[in-house]
């Protein structure tokens, strides 16, 4: 096998190469965790510090074992492979580590496009009991921090939601429950929008014509959208949905529609703070006209919507 030269000259390492591609934190966790579970040595490499611009945001992770197959993306693409033989070499010695790219780093050859730089910390994992425990939050559709120790070299789970960031000595990272959207409406409106969400990496429920989702279909991970054209039917379904943490619901419609769909809502009690909630017309396009620019329209909304509130 083909083997590159770290940055100790006297340690060479396996060629790294991708696992799979894919920026998914529950997929580059499971990842690691699979890795010690095979009895492989393995690293949890995080992106800790931004200098001026960067492809990714705070938080970024990569899972990389021990010869030098990898997943997760921590910049554009151009280089993981990098930093996947930095964290290589990090295992071989036990030892964690910083790696700077960019600017203010001693890697010359390494230039991100952005222009800015980036400070990774590299952790090589001696105890997969953290990872494993967030993973099973997140199946439970709970949110779930790991925090890391520089100091100690240890990484420790943490329940429960908070912002990703250093707090006092450590870096928390916050993980979320897979995206879920839960569509209603007629059959060519929900197919071509679950299969935009399914290919976008949603987590998808269609509810069937006449019923409603179960009551932990939606949590606050969830997107609901009422893609009917009849406010009777959807009315029913947006009242539930608003008496959730949802963070987006939206309505197919005119304003005119939304206008009719309102005044019923109130007449069963919801109050114009609640109705703000609904974003109707539904979509990011004024006007979409068929099944297929409808898709496009709400899904990108929705990843809009779950952006900004990730940016609060």
């Known amino acids: 096998m083909a083997a590159l030269i770290a940055s100790d000259p006297h340690t060479l390492i396996p060629e790294p190469r991708a696992a799979f591609l894919s920026d998914d934190a529950v997929e580059i966790l499971g990842?690691?965790?699979?890795?010690?579970?095979?009895?492989?040595?393995?690293?949890?490499?995080?992106?800790?510090?931004?200098?001026?611009?960067?492809?990714?945001?705070?938080?970024?992770?990569?899972?990389?074992?021990?010869?030098?197959?990898?997943?997760?993306?921590?910049?554009g693409g151009c280089t993981e492979a990098a930093v996947a033989a930095e964290a290589a070499n990090a295992i071989s010695k036990g030892v964690?580590?910083?790696?700077?790219?960019?600017?203010?780093?001693?890697?010359?050859?390494?230039?991100?496009?952005?222009?800015?730089?980036?400070?990774?910390?590299?952790?090589?994992?001696?105890?997969?009991?953290?990872?494993?425990?967030?993973?099973?939050?997140?199946?439970?559709?709970?949110?779930?921090?790991?925090?890391?120790?520089?100091?100690?070299?240890?990484?420790?789970?943490?329940?429960?939601?908070?912002?990703?960031?250093?707090q006092d000595d450590g870096f928390i990272r916050q993980y979320r429950p897979k995206e879920r959207l839960v569509l209603a409406g007629g059959l060519a409106e929900t197919g071509r929008v679950a299969a935009v969400a399914q290919a976008a990496g949603y987590d998808v429920l269609v509810v069937e014509r006449g019923k409603a989702p179960a009551p932990g279909d939606?949590?606050?991970?969830?997107?609901?959208?009422?893609?009917?054209?009849?406010?009777?039917?959807?009315?029913?379904?947006?009242?539930?949905?608003?008496?959730?943490?949802?963070?987006?619901?939206?309505?197919?419609?005119?304003?005119?529609?939304?206008?009719?769909?309102?005044?019923?809502?109130?007449?069963r009690g919801i109050d114009d703070a609640a109705l703000a909630r609904i974003r109707a017309p539904i979509g990011i396009f004024d006007k979409a006209r068929d099944s297929r620019s409808l898709a496009v329209s709400v899904v990108a909304d929705v990843a809009q919507a779950r952006l900004a509130r990730a940016a609060e």
């Not at 992106?47 to 990389?64: D, H």
């Not at 009315?235 to 608003?242: G, I, K, M």
């Open 31 to 75: 990842f690691a965790a699979r890795c010690l579970e095979a009895g492989h040595r393995a690293a949890l490499v995080t992106l800790v510090e931004i200098r001026g611009g960067a492809a990714r945001a705070i938080g970024a992770q990569m899972a990389v074992r021990e010869d030098g197959l990898y997943c997760g993306f921590v910049s």
């Open 96 to 166: 964690d580590r910083n790696f700077r790219l960019g600017e203010g780093s001693p890697f010359f050859d390494i230039v991100l496009p952005c222009g800015g730089g980036i400070t990774l910390a590299i952790h090589v994992l001696r105890d997969g009991g953290p990872i494993s425990d967030a993973l099973a939050a997140l199946q439970r559709r709970m949110p779930a921090r790991l925090r890391y120790d520089p100091g100690a070299q240890a990484l420790s789970f943490m329940p429960g939601a908070g912002p990703t960031g250093w």
């Open 218 to 267: 939606v949590d606050a991970d969830t997107a609901v959208a009422i893609l009917f054209h009849d406010v009777d039917r959807e009315v029913p379904l947006l009242e539930q949905a608003l008496a959730t943490e949802a963070f987006y619901i939206g309505a197919l419609g005119s304003r005119r529609t939304h206008e009719k769909r309102c005044a019923a809502l109130r007449e």
